[in-house]
């Protein structure tokens, strides 16, 4: 027989389990468990239920320390965020004080008074252009010069663009320079590059222009690879538009402006070797009551105006002198200033030649083998006039694009009919003659600091 199994769980006087253990009856005898908290057999004969001191201390030093923590986390997440706003306004301070301090409140307000401009003239932030050209990362230099460097950008709505960073900045003409970026920027011409905008937020302002291509005619003209190979059709067309674009800025333009630093360098060429002339940094507009500037001399070694240089007095034949050494470029293939040269400059090296009846030993072989030579000859002398040394000998820019205008169009003709071009008689001109309807202004000059330094008086007669 099977005897039964007796519930010691059911005991009244619970002599079994302790008073606060759980009683869990099991077949032929029992189990006690203490509640959560309490420790020990829970037994009445054993060692019972212990109240668990030391783990109840450990949960609540834990609980605690967790608490502690978020509220740890909390505090950084706001002293953060007090940080950052703290670091902004900051930023947007100096960005206020170097947007006052380069003219931005004057070029604002010139571009509100002007319906013509508000769609032409565009303040960018510093934040855009630093996208555009991955933080001006040394990867996107396109060009370095003096006054500055020349970054290619990508802007946020596709297009490429060119962003010059100067170097310097002189702030006592603040007024020269707004002016400058108002003119430059409602200039519109096919072959002088086209100022998009600026950015005034930085210590140094930057100006951003419209990207050509295909570099510039220096490169062409004279690194390895490149030199001769544009065809002498190209050099006498190229001539001609860097002609067209310095008589429209000197001549034709709603006020006056002479570049002061025309060389092949600062001439860019599209993708159809179209010549775009860029880099305004030292160009200065002429006053309705002047004749010319009196400025520190600033320019590019053997492009330099002897007549400038000695006087100090930059007028457009300063201009006129420059564009002839880039000719003498174009017909020679030659640099400005060689070291395989015994003459120093281009320029006494082409007058040379040309008062010695030796004008074919220095010419390109493209020249030579492409050039009718009655043409030649013609482009010749052109140059040789922009190169008088004296400065009223020369030619306005407006007599040298009609020449080279003529030029191109008797370059059509056939052969058979091609007959020597006139050489156009001298008539002096100042920027004044062609700036009646200007107002008076001056443009400004990012800093003082020269790009080249004529210091030997021989070079100053190249």
Request: aromatic share 8%.
């Amino acid at each position: 027989m099977f005897s039964k199994d007796i519930n010691e769980c059911e005991d009244p006087n619970k002599i079994f389990c302790h008073e606060i253990a759980l009683c869990t009856n099991v077949p032929g005898s029992y189990s006690c468990t203490c509640p959560t908290g309490y420790h020990g057999d829970g037994k009445k004969q054993g060692t019972g239920c212990i109240r668990g001191k030391h783990k109840h201390l450990l949960a609540l030093v834990f609980s605690l320390g967790a608490g502690i923590s978020v509220v740890s986390l909390i505090l950084i997440a706001t002293g953060l965020r007090l940080y950052r706003g703290l670091k902004e306004r900051e930023k947007k301070k100096i960005k206020q004080k170097f947007f006052k301090k380069n003219g931005g409140l004057l070029l604002q307000q010139q571009i509100s008074s002007s319906k013509e401009s508000v769609e032409k003239t565009k303040l960018y932030s510093v934040e855009e252009l630093e996208r555009a050209t991955d933080g001006f990362n040394s990867s996107r230099v396109i060009g370095k010069g003096g006054l500055g460097t020349v970054y290619k950008g990508m802007l946020s709505d596709g297009s490429i663009v060119a962003i010059k960073k100067s170097n310097t900045v002189d702030e006592k003409q603040l007024d020269q320079f707004v002016n400058e970026v108002f003119i430059l920027s409602q200039i519109n011409h096919r072959h002088i590059v086209r100022l998009l905008g600026c950015c005034l937020e930085t210590e140094v302002p930057l100006l951003v222009y419209e990207y050509v291509s295909n570099g510039t005619l220096f490169h062409h003209l004279h690194d390895e690879g490149h030199a001769s190979t544009l065809s002498w059709k190209d050099r006498l067309r190229i001539g001609s538009e860097i002609a067209g674009a310095l008589a429209y800025l000197h001549s034709y333009a709603s006020i006056a402006i002479c570049h002061r630093d025309i060389k092949s360098r600062n001439i860019l060429l599209d993708e159809n070797l179209r010549a775009v002339v860029s880099d305004f940094g030292l160009s200065r507009s002429i006053p309705l009551d002047k004749t010319h500037l009196t400025a520190l001399v600033q320019g590019t070694f053997g492009y330099l105006d002897p007549d400038y240089f000695h006087s100090g007095q930059f007028t457009d034949k300063s201009d006129v002198y420059a564009f002839g050494v880039v000719l003498a470029e174009l017909l020679t293939g030659e640099q400005a200033i060689s070291s395989d040269r015994s003459e120093q400059g281009l320029a006494n090296h082409f007058r040379s030649a040309m008062k010695q009846n030796r004008l074919f030993d220095i010419l390109d072989n493209q020249v030579v083998n492409e050039g009718q030579k009655e043409e030649i000859f013609a482009v010749a002398k052109l140059t040789k006039r922009c190169l008088k040394l004296n400065g009223k000998k020369r030619p306005t820019m407006k007599q040298v694009d009609i020449d080279l205008q003529q030029l191109g169009r008797f370059q059509e003709q056939l052969p058979s009919q091609k007959t020597m071009i006139e050489e156009p008689s001298l008539q002096q001109h100042t920027c004044e003659d062609y700036s009646k309807q200007a107002e008076t202004s001056h443009s400004y000059t990012f800093g003082a600091v020269t790009e080249e330094i004529v210091k030997d008086h021989e070079v100053l007669l190249s």
